[in-house]
């Protein structure tokens, strides 16, 4: 789990909050034990674009959540304004479907037993929904828009 790392990362001295959306996913996660020499992790069930804290934090960091807000400029905007002047925001997306060969094989299986049984299945945009966040020029405009500035981009791979 992402927080957890990060809270073994910063150690006993740092904070690190956890939010999700979920309250049964914050439940569970926060039912688990803090490891050693990690801060206890502060666990909010809350939707990024309303999220209020009671003091700034130096880092954003999301492994794949943030691909599913509502509204993304006002989920990056609020996540912003939590954030101390100069603090920093580290996610990981999806690349689109097109781009991803495990996103791809899957579907390509999932189309063919499809088409096997004599369903044609209507594929949206390969680009579309979560995979539209492995856009670099629509991505980066989100966050351009939501305030974010000197916006990096750098594909990664997941099993390096």
Request: proline share 7%.
């Amino acid at each position: 789990m992402t927080a957890r790392r990060v809270a073994e990362i910063v150690g006993v001295d740092g904070r690190v909050v956890g939010v999700d959306v979920s309250v049964d996913t914050i439940a569970a996660a926060g039912s688990i034990d803090a490891a050693p020499d990690s801060p206890p992790i502060e666990w909010i069930a809350a939707d990024a674009a309303a999220l209020s804290l009671d003091r700034p934090v130096d880092l954003v960091v999301s492994r794949f959540g943030v691909m599913f807000f509502d509204d993304p400029v006002a989920a990056f905007t609020n996540l912003r304004t939590v954030t101390r002047p100069g603090g920093r925001l580290a996610v990981a997306v999806w690349l689109p479907r097109t781009q991803s060969e495990f996103q791809r094989r899957s579907l390509d299986t999932a189309v063919a037993a499809a088409n096997r049984l004599g369903v044609h299945l209507h594929l949206p945009d390969p680009a579309s929904g979560p995979f539209r966040y492995g856009d670099r020029e629509w991505f980066t405009g989100v966050l351009e828009d939501a305030g974010w500035r000197q916006v990096g981009w750098e594909p990664g791979d997941a099993a390096a």
